[in-house]
């Protein structure tokens, strides 16, 4: 589908505009938060962006030769009543933070989930991943989407990380940020206290634990708690949780990297819970 049939809007050529300017300013954190909007970039964030989320969908920008190459993106945002806007590949270049856009690019709106409504909507045995310190946004977004691969039921981002509505971390989402509940800006006590007020068992995935994964007690609703790439969970954090894990190192490595323990403690979790019939 070509734009000749998508909802016809002055094509934006300019990319000194006024329109250019907000939604390439999307890339500051204070922007963002003030507006409550964030940047999808590529063909990937948008195409799930329009699939999953069309109504935190406010406007797509896209140039004609990626509107030849990505149909399907054109008619479901069509189909969903969005706007969609012809750009030159300037002015999309102007927009987008990375210097590769590949021709598209959605504004979207935050979810703006608080945690108890994220907590009340939980299934009986929900897995819950918790990030607590993480600062670098690649890891941010590669343990979304590794929470969202292993059926993770929510995500919850503490006020000491990374957004995760920064372009980096919603392209290291690879879409999945769109895919699962994500509640971010809250601060790790008050996620832990909640988390302990419902039943819902706090571990700890730390290098310091006792435990290891393949002996944790994986059965009900559960939280993966996970600390700084640096330094882990501060022991003051590791205390106010149910179980400290580790997942065990059988080569020379010396540890894994935040993503991968996250990853591989999820898909324990949901391999406990496809046994449990799920």
């Known amino acids: ?14 990319p000194r505009s006024d329109r250019v300017r907000s ?15 964030f940047l999808a970039e590529g063909p990937q964030s948008v195409r799930e962006a329009v699939t999953h989320r069309a109504d935190h969908v406010r406007d797509v920008y896209v140039t004609p030769e990626a509107a030849e190459r990505h149909t399907g993106i054109i008619e479901r945002a069509t189909s969903a009543g969005l706007h969609v806007h012809e750009t030159s590949p300037d ?40 990030l607590t310190h993480v600062r670098d946004p690649g890891n941010a977004g590669t343990v979304i989407r590794g929470a ?17 509505y920064a372009p980096k971390v919603v392209r290291s989402t690879a879409g999945s940020i769109f895919h699962l509940p994500v509640v971010v800006g809250v601060p790790v006590e008050q996620i832990l206290g909640a988390l302990g007020a419902r ?50 190192i059988h080569g020379l490595a010396e540890s894994l990297n935040l993503a991968m323990a996250a990853t591989l403690c999820l898909y324990a979790s949901a391999g406990a819970r496809h046994r449990g019939g799920r």
């Open 1 to 14: 589908m070509s734009l000749d049939r998508a909802p016809r809007h002055p094509a934006l050529t300019n």
């Open 23 to 37: 939604v390439r300013a999307l890339s500051r954190r204070s922007v963002r938060s003030r507006t409550g909007l």
């Open 91 to 130: 002015v999309l270049a102007a927009m987008a933070e990375t210097e590769t856009p590949q021709g598209i690019v959605a504004v979207c709106r935050n979810a703006a989930l608080t945690l108890e409504d994220a907590l009340d909507a939980l299934p009986p045995d929900a897995v819950v991943c918790v």
């Open 148 to 164: 969202d691969a292993a059926g993770a039921d929510l995500v919850v981002v503490s006020d000491a990380s990374v957004d995760v």
């Open 199 to 248: 039943g819902i068992r706090r571990l700890a995935a730390d290098g310091a634990g006792t435990t290891l994964l393949p002996d944790a007690d994986l059965e009900g609703p559960h939280a993966w708690v996970m600390g700084n790439e640096a330094w882990g969970l501060p022991e003051e954090l590791r205390a106010r949780c149910d179980d400290v894990v580790r997942v065990p």
